[in-house]
DNA sequence: ATATTTATCCGAAACGTTTCGGATAGTATA
DNA sequence: TATACTATCCGAAACGTTTCGGATAAATAT
C-alpha cells in the first residue's frame, strides 16, 4: 500500500509537493507535477481517507439516520429510496453515506449524536425519529447540518425535505370527490406522525371545499401498519354502509384495506375504492392497480444531500424544501 | 468536541493512560479507571474513528459493492436485504458499512479497489458485478476478505454465499412435475450469470429425474427483465400451445410472463401456472400469490458480512456458504 | 539486605495526510 | 545595481489516536 512518501521518495521531490500536485494546487510546475501524477499512477497511490478526515475540519460523509432497516421488511421501498437519491448525490461530490439505526435489538450504548461526532460528520438526513426523541436536540445543539425527512421544521441548521402533504392531501380527496364519492372513510397513521396531521387537514380542507361536513366517526388510526389498517378498515365498513371510498395515509395500509374489503366479500373498486399513498412499487403490480399519491423519495434523498452539502457550506440556512407529487387514481378508484 | 487530551488534561493522567483505560486494559489502576471513565462521559468525549482507524492497521468498515442502487428502481428489494442484513452483523461489532457502486452514469475516475484502498476497507460484499470484471481480479490481489454473491468461487481470500441454486431449481420443477405439468417453458436469466448456469442445470436434471426431454426450443432468455420476459413468454405461449407452467428465474420476470399470459387472454394459474424465483415482497401481495422459491436475503447479507470478518481475523478462508431455501407453489401454481 | 516481581503509569513515536510559513532562485521593476 | 516580485519548492507542525518501551515505587522473594 503505496503512501504519500513513497510517491514523494521515487518522484524525488517533497511531501508537500506530492500532496499540492495531486491537489491541483497552482504553486507547483506543470512537469513536475506530470511527473508525480505518473509515478503515483505506477504505484497505485490512493490518498488514505482517514488520514486526510483527520486533518482536515470538514468531513466528507454525510449520515443517513433511520429507526430501522427491517421496520416493515423494507417492503414500501421508501428508506431504500431515500437513501439511493443520497448516495447518488453523495457520489457526484465524492462523499461517503454512513448508516446508523436507532432501533437495534441488542441495546445499543452509542446515541447518533455519538456516531455523528466519532465519524465527524458533515451533515445527516434524519428519517423515522419521533421529532420528541432526547437526543435530537443534542444533535441539533451540536452543529451538525440536519435535514428532515417528512417532518416540518425549519431552524436555522435543520432543515426538512417532503411533498406539500396538505396540498397533496387536499388534491386527492377531491380527485375523490370528483369521481362522485362523498363518504369517504379516512385511515390515518400515526397520531403524532407530522405526516399524518398534514394530510388530515387536507382531507379536511377538500370536504370543506365542497361543503361535505367531516365526520370524525369514520376517520380511523391505522398506525401506518397493514395490519392495523387492516383492522381500522373492517371496522369502517362494519359500522358505516354508506363509504364508498377508503382513503389511506399510506400504501401499506392501503394493503391492509383491501384485504379487509375483500374478506368482508366487497369488490374493489367495484364495492369500494381505495387510495393510498405513497406509490411504493408494489401499487402498480397490484389487481386492479392502486390508486396513490406518489411521492419521489429518490428525489428527496437527492435534494436532502444536496442541501446538507449546501448548509455546511453556509451557503444556506436550514429551510423547507418541497417535491413534486402527483395524484394517481388507478383502477381502485372508480367513478360513481 | 472534546479529544483524549481534554480528558487527560482534566482527569490529570497521561493521554496514554486515558486511552488505555477506555480500552480496558489491565494495566490500570480500577479507581483512575473510574474517575477517567467520568471525566470522559462529563466532556462527551467520543475517540475520533479516522485517528484510531488511521493507527490500526485493521479498519472497521466492510464495503458493500453493487453494480447500481436504482437497477430495477430496487423493486425487487434484494440489494436492500442484503444490505440490511450486512448492515445488521457490522453493527454487532461497532463496524461501518460503506457503499460502492460501479455504475454511476458520469464516468467515475475511480474503481471499487481504489475504494478499498482509500477507505483501508476491511472486507467486501460483492453483488451483480461481472465476474470477468477486469478490476475484480486486482482487488482479489489486494488481499482484501471478499465475499461474493450469487457466484460461485472459492480461493483463499474469497468467500462466496448463496442458496445452492442447482438443488433449488430441482426441487421447483420436481414441485411443478408434482402438479402434474410435462412441459414446462422456461426463461433465464442472463447467460453468463452463474445462478442462471446453476438454476438450468437444475431444470435439467429436474427432467431428468422423471423422464421428461429436454427441449431447447421451450428455453429462452429474459435477462432478469421484466420486459424482456415478457416478449420471451409471449413468444412461447404463441409457439407451443402444450405449455402449461413457466418457470423463471427471477420472480421480475414472472411479473413480465404474467402480463404476457393476460394479454394473451390467458388467466393464471388456470390456463397457464406461473412459477418465479427469489420471493420478492410483490410476491404475496400479488392476486393470485406468487409461486416462487424463497432466498433469504437478509440472512445472506448477514453471514457475508460475518463471514468477511473471520476472514479478516485469519479465523477461516474463503469458502462457500450456502443458505436455506424454500420452493413455494402459492397461487400461481396449479395442480393440472 | 538485596534482588526480583508486580502494579501502575507515562513519553514519544507512529499512522498518512494537509497546510502554514518560509526559502530559494530566477525575473521583472525602479 | 538594488529591489521587489513571481514561480516553485520544502520543513515541520498538526490532526487524534494507539502502542512500544520503559520508568517508578511498592510488594514480594531470596
Redesign the interface.
Known amino acids: 500500500?503505496a503512501t504519500i512518501k513513497d510517491v514523494a521518495r521515487v518522484a524525488g521531490v517533497s511531501v508537500t509537493t506530492v500532496s499540492r500536485a495531486l491537489n491541483n494546487y497552482d504553486d507547483v510546475n506543470v512537469n513536475t507535477k506530470e511527473h508525480i501524477v505518473k509515478v503515483a499512477k505506477e504505484l497505485?497511490y490512493?490518498?488514505?481517507?482517514?488520514?486526510r478526515?483527520?486533518v482536515k475540519k470538514e468531513?466528507t460523509t454525510l449520515a443517513f439516520i433511520l429507526s430501522g432497516?427491517?421496520k416493515d421488511?423494507?417492503?414500501d421501498?421508501i428508506?431504500?429510496?431515500l437513501?439511493?437519491g443520497m448516495?447518488?448525490f453523495a457520489?457526484?461530490i465524492?462523499y461517503?453515506?454512513?448508516?446508523f439505526?436507532t432501533d437495534?435489538a441488542?441495546q445499543?450504548k452509542?446515541s447518533y449524536v455519538?456516531f455523528c461526532?466519532?465519524?465527524?460528520i458533515g451533515g445527516a438526513v434524519i428519517t423515522g425519529i419521533r421529532l420528541d426523541d432526547p437526543y435530537l436536540r443534542d444533535l441539533f445543539k451540536s452543529g451538525t447540518p440536519c435535514v428532515l425527512v417528512d417532518v416540518d421544521m425549519d431552524s436555522d441548521n435543520v432543515s426538512s425535505i417532503s411533498i406539500n402533504n396538505e396540498q397533496a392531501s387536499r388534491e386527492a380527496v377531491q380527485m375523490l370527490i370528483n369521481h362522485n364519492h362523498r363518504r369517504i372513510g379516512c385511515i390515518v397513521g400515526r397520531e403524532e406522525a407530522d405526516v399524518t396531521i398534514k394530510r388530515l387537514a387536507g382531507y379536511g380542507m377538500a370536504l370543506k371545499d365542497n361543503q361535505i361536513p367531516y365526520d370524525e366517526d369514520i376517520v380511523v388510526c391505522g398506525d401506518f401498519l397493514e395490519d392495523k389498517a387492516y383492522e381500522a378498515a373492517s371496522q369502517l365498513l362494519e359500522q358505516d354502509s354508506d363509504i364508498t371510498a377508503i382513503y389511506c395515509f399510506s400504501d401499506m395500509m392501503a394493503?391492509g384495506a383491501i384485504r379487509a374489503a375483500h374478506d368482508k366479500g366487497l369488490s374493489v373498486p367495484e364495492d369500494i375504492s381505495i387510495l393510498g399513498f405513497d406509490d411504493i412499487?408494489?401499487a402498480e403490480?397490484?389487481?386492479p392497480p392502486l390508486g396513490t399519491v406518489q411521492q419521489d423519495f429518490?428525489e428527496m434523498g437527492y435534494h436532502a444531500a444536496r442541501q446538507l452539502l449546501r448548509m455546511a457550506k453556509d451557503e444556506s440556512r436550514g429551510k423547507k424544501i418541497f417535491i413534486e407529487h402527483k395524484v394517481l387514481a388507478r383502477g381502485t378508484v372508480r367513478m360513481i
Chains 1, 2 share one sequence.
Open positions: 500500500m497505485n490512493v490518498p488514505n481517507r482517514a488520514a478526515n483527520l468531513n432497516l427491517m421488511g423494507g417492503r421501498n428508506v431504500y429510496r437513501l439511493a448516495y447518488a457520489e457526484t465524492d461517503d453515506v454512513a448508516l439505526t437495534s441488542h445499543k452509542k455519538d461526532l466519532e465519524h465527524n394493503l412499487p408494489l403490480y397490484l389487481n429518490y
